[in-house]
């Protein structure tokens, strides 16, 4: 079955990036998008953008542009969302997401001097 | 962009009760790709409709999606101890893809 593996909880300062990974399993790696979702604490879900793993292209939210990176390695059927700069209202969890049903378990990254 | 607005915020109901959700979008939603999911505390959402009213695998026929255009509905006929809960509407047809969430409805019990 359609699995989608997030790597643990992270805590980070201010200023600094962090880097959340996505191992999918049970299907063909580079024939659908992936997308990163976030939530913050008691908010909604939020779209950050999608990657290719098939050619790699990329295409973010525009509140993102600048400070994500969106990243695969096909040969592990994994891909990465490193976001920098990091501030405190970036603390949430972050989903990836093969539209529509499957979604990761979620990675905490919170922010925090 | 397009942008979904859900209604109402918080919608207090009894189990036995139909519940009415709502989702409307600021321009047409291409090709009906609109979903729907539910989310719990500390759960990831759990997709309930996609292409507005097809029913996901194993999700119980009290649910039903509808609508087209800008206007769209999730009804629940009765809902369930278990139904309780933030439901979140999505629409995906852009090209290229962008998805867009609703704000949320939470079906509280009453």
């Known amino acids: 079955q359609v699995q989608l593996v997030q790597s643990g909880a992270e805590v980070k300062k201010p200023g600094a990036s962090v880097k959340v990974s996505c191992k999918a399993s049970g299907y063909s790696f580079s024939g659908y998008y992936l997308h990163w979702v976030r939530q913050a604490p008691g908010q909604g879900l939020e779209w950050m953008g999608w990657i290719n793993p098939n050619s790699g292209d990329t295409n973010y939210a525009q509140r993102f542009q600048g400070r994500v990176t969106m990243t695969r390695d096909t040969s592990i059927s994994t891909a990465y969302m490193e976001l920098s700069s990091l501030r405190s209202d970036d603390t949430a969890v972050y989903f990836c997401?093969?539209?529509?049903?499957?979604w990761g378990q979620g990675t905490l990254v919170s922010v925090s001097s | 962009e397009i942008v979904l607005t859900q209604s109402p915020g918080t919608l207090s109901l009894s189990p036995g009760e139909r519940a009415t959700l709502s989702c409307r979008a600021s321009q047409s939603v291409r090709s009906s790709y609109l979903a729907w999911y539910q989310q719990k505390p500390g759960q990831a959402p759990r997709l309930l409709i996609y292409?507005?009213?097809s029913r996901a695998t194993g999700i119980p026929d009290r649910f039903s999606g509808s609508g087209s255009g800008t206007d769209f509905t999730l009804t629940i006929s009765r809902l369930e101890p278990e139904d309780f809960a933030v439901y979140y509407c999505?629409?995906?047809?852009?090209?290229?893809?962008?998805?867009?969430f609703g704000g949320g409805t939470k079906v509280e019990i009453k």
């Open positions: 997401v093969r539209v529509e049903n499957n």
């Open positions: 999505l629409q995906y047809g852009t090209s290229p893809p962008r998805l867009t």
């Open positions: 292409r507005t009213s």
